[in-house]
């Protein structure tokens, strides 16, 4: 075949929109976010005695911790709900954000050698981490739902209509994580003091989010504030949906729904705009 002949099966380009998050081509690339997802789960739990067992080890001593510390000691109010499955809502929730968050932020310097070989869209990374977290986490919403429904039968909660938004809540979630995830990569190329001071950031984000607390238990002007953080409607409609307890309202979703899109998209043109250049400064 001449020379004039060949044609070009994949063409790899420089110039694209910062806004476009080329899924197409990442759904060619289907099969290696597979791999990336089985290869995150398989290193989680390699040499390890329990292995998925942690899955479940995790939270249960995490709600166990806050419903010593903050159930029993400092007796933070929960709404009236039972202090077990409050505090197993918040912490599945938040193991799966943060798990995402500090994830995706590491994605640009932790994954700096295989980028350097191969070509392959690079939001098939922190896509891969979002997926496998989603498994870790649907195995403790098992946990959470067999404890749900322990205190359903007792009569102890009154889940409503709102349940069916779990799926949306997930997403927006997983949203929130991969924007803020690209954001913080992109930027610890550069700055590498940011992936330093991040896991510290992450630990204080989760007492300014009514993960072991509800909106309600907070003054009047701290609560107004509360309400722009994108996770404060997510969590209160979970509980409110499940367990039938919390200050929410439909609003609330909606200024969430709105700021994790804005900031999905600003995380977007930052990966976009750094994904060119960042062999540079790694």
Known sequence: MSENQQQWTETIESSHSLFDLKLAEVWRYKDLVYMFVKR???????????????????????????????????????????????????????????????????????????????????????????????????????????????????????????????????????AFALGMGMIFSSLTTKYRDIQMLLSFGVSLFMYVTPVIYPLSALPEKLRTIAYYNPLSGIFECFKYAWLGVGDFSAWMLVISTVIIFILLAIGTVVFNKVEKSFMDTV
Not at 43 to 61: A, E, M, R
Not at 120 to 128: A, E, G, N, Q, T
Not at 131 to 152: D, K, P
């Open 40 to 174: 995150d789960f398989i290193s989680s739990f390699k040499q390890t005695v329990l292995g998925p067992v942690w899955f479940f080890i995790n939270p249960i001593f995490t709600t166990a911790v806050y419903l010593i510390v903050f159930g029993n000691i400092a007796n933070l109010s929960t709404d009236g709900a039972p202090k077990i499955l409050f505090y197993l809502a918040g912490v599945t929730l938040w193991n799966y954000f943060s798990a995402c968050l500090t994830g995706t932020s590491n994605v640009f310097t932790g994954n700096a050698a295989i980028f350097g070989k191969v070509y392959f869209p690079r939001l098939v990374m922190p896509l891969s981490i979002v997926i496998s977290n989603l498994m870790r986490f649907g195995v403790q919403m098992l946990l959470f739902i067999g404890a749900f429904l322990y205190f359903y039968f007792k009569e102890e909660v009154h889940p409503n209509i709102w349940i069916l938004a779990t799926p949306f809540l997930i997403v927006l979630m997983a």
